[in-house]
């Protein structure tokens, strides 16, 4: 069974930074694909990222992209997501979801809230 933690959500100022961090245990992210989801306030969850472990694909939210950055670090098995120039419309709780190669987000983290305060 995979367990993801989420941490790294908090409250900054609009145009500040943030980083989110995605860590596995019970099984190693090889051959995951591995996303962020959002959910906002009133709103349903969205695709934020994605990265596929194996050849480092990455792929983004019209929302996000040139802002956040999604990567991975093999030796931590941990999803890294770097948040820059941050909106105020980018408050939501945040959440990892990894994708063990059947098409569907199969584990999910507990999320992280993410504030950003105009």
């Known amino acids: 069974q995979v367990q993801l933690v989420e941490s790294g959500g908090g409250l900054v100022q609009a145009g500040g930074s943030l980083r989110l961090s995605c860590a596995a245990s019970g099984h190693t992210f090889s051959g995951y694909t591995v996303a962020w989801f959002r959910r906002a306030p009133g709103k349903e969850r969205g695709f934020v990222a994605l990265?596929?472990?194996?050849?480092?694909?990455?792929v983004y939210a019209d929302s996000v992209k040139g802002r956040f950055a999604i990567s991975r670090d093999n030796a931590k098995n941990t999803v890294y997501l770097q948040m820059n120039s941050l909106k105020p419309e980018d408050t939501a709780v945040y959440y990892c979801?990894?994708?063990?190669?059947?098409?569907?987000?199969?584990?999910w983290g507990q999320g992280t809230q993410v504030t950003v305060s105009s």
């Open positions: 979801a990894a994708d063990p190669g059947t098409n569907s987000y199969l584990y």
């Open positions: 990265i596929r472990w194996s050849g480092g694909n990455t």
